[in-house]
């Protein structure tokens, strides 16, 4: 009886230890869950609470005061307006430019393809702040400084590195056989790459400009170093002038700000999530 008691202890000891781990993974979960849950409850609570506070709290009461109190033209819509020229712009300038620096790297093999990559991923880890000075400096000198077009130039220049590594990462993966074909009909290089290998490499495509516009939409050091009239300043800047003097802050409208700043990154994210959640449509156009 006792070697059955022991038998059956031993048999439940692996299982057991099975349900702890993954209690304890749940909760781990369930800890790092709540971290990026709080900050968001905050701001959607606060924004209709008429007596907001830095406390994650039920609202005292419904109210849309604090959105009719920034949804002005100087407050948002101008700010707004600033930022999707300024990303925008920048967005498409490094897509363009990635498509068109990827495409030789990916194509034709040279002496010069790795070294080129890794200058390319040197530069990725370069700190901003590390050359804020020296740009300012030439912004200056070409009159290029508080003007949206430099500003858009800087932004895409600044994530064209990396976009060009992923750019490159996704272009592998369409066959070249496809283009060999297309040159066999007369097609160029340059047709190629724009009726075949962009739109079968849709999804990177979409990773490229979702994550090119993310992060200049966030970006406050360089429009706040490049921009010096208040009229051109980004939302990404302006929402700085929510925290007034002596630590007084509306966290009110500031939270209803954050809700109307976010709403283009969102809406930029549904409107191509069938892309990013696609593959490669290359199924059966290769026979071997």
């Not at 101008?78 to 999707?84: A, H, W």
């Amino acid at each position: 009886m006792a070697r059955t008691t022991l038998r059956t202890r031993t048999r439940r000891t692996p299982a057991s230890r099975r349900t702890t781990r993954r209690l304890a993974a749940d909760a781990g979960l369930l800890v790092a869950a709540a971290a990026f849950v709080l900050p968001l409850a905050w701001v959607v609570l606060s924004a209709l609470d008429p007596h907001a506070s830095l406390r994650v709290k039920a609202p005292d009461g419904l109210t849309l005061d604090n959105f009719d109190a920034i949804l002005t033209d100087d407050i948002t819509f101008t700010p707004l307006l600033n930022s999707l020229v300024l990303c925008g712009g920048a967005t498409l300038l490094t897509v363009v430019c990635a498509a068109l620096a990827a495409y030789p790297l990916s194509r034709f093999r040279s002496r010069l393809n790795r070294p080129f990559l890794l200058t390319v991923l040197f530069a990725t880890s370069l700190p901003i702040t590390a050359i804020m000075v020296p740009v300012y400096a030439l912004f200056v000198r070409v009159n290029l400084i508080d003007t949206l077009q430099g500003t858009v130039f800087f932004f895409a220049a600044s994530q064209l590195p990396f976009a060009i590594w992923l750019m490159k990462n996704f272009m592998d993966g369409v066959p070249k056989e496809l283009e060999e074909a297309a040159w066999t009909d007369g097609a160029s290089s340059f047709q190629s790459l724009l009726r075949i290998v962009l739109p079968l490499m849709g999804p990177g495509v979409a990773v490229v400009t979702v994550f090119s516009f993310v992060m200049m939409w966030g970006n406050f050091f360089v429009p706040f170093m490049l921009l010096l009239t208040p009229d051109r300043m980004p939302a990404s800047v302006s929402i700085n002038d929510f925290f007034g003097n002596r630590g007084m802050v509306a966290y009110g409208q500031l939270a209803a700000f954050s809700v109307v700043y976010s709403t283009p990154v969102i809406l930029l994210y549904v409107l191509i999530s069938r892309r990013l959640g696609g593959g490669f449509a290359l199924g059966g156009a290769v026979k071997g």
